[in-house]
């Protein structure tokens, strides 16, 4: 797990080890193959800097007792954001409205979603309806219309 994570969120050991706040050196016996496992401070480090629900990551680290314990008092943890999540909520917030609109536009139309009130024929999530007004905007002019007005 520890593996995946390095090669998917961070590229080398050296920069994985300085977001968990811990030395190279550890990190890598952690992820020998009969590694040295993470106390319940580096689980919930790990769980903080990969975006992974911190039960999952304690039951990986063989204290499932803990997690348990956690959730017997707390309650489940909520899904958690993922990296890639996480960061297209900051490009989100970076965005001027009228792309905004045309990428929810767009997100709707992908996800099946029914017209601007949101909602699916399918179970699942709806994407909640755009406020305001549609301006049909296209951020790149070379690009076909998503629709015309």
């Known amino acids: 797990m520890l593996r995946r994570y390095q090669k998917k969120h961070f590229g080398t050991v050296k920069a994985f080890a300085k977001a968990l706040g811990i030395a190279p050196s550890h990190l890598s016996r952690a992820m020998a193959s009969h590694g040295q496992p993470f106390d319940v401070r580096g689980c ?14 304690l039951r990986a680290a063989g204290k499932g007792d803990i997690a348990k314990q956690i959730e017997e008092l707390y309650g489940a943890a909520p899904d958690v954001l993922t990296i890639p999540a996480r960061e297209l909520v900051a490009a989100w ?15 709707r139309q ?40």
């Open 44 to 57: 919930l480090r790990l769980a903080r800097v990969t975006g992974e629900n911190p039960s999952l990551i």
């Open 93 to 107: 917030e970076l965005m001027p409205e009228p792309a905004r609109t045309a990428l929810l536009h767009l997100a």
């Open 110 to 149: 992908a996800a099946g979603t029914s017209g601007p009130q949101g909602g699916t024929s399918e179970p699942g999530p709806a994407i909640p309806p755009v406020t305001g007004r549609d301006p049909g905007y296209r951020m790149d002019p070379s690009l076909p219309a998503v629709h015309n007005r």
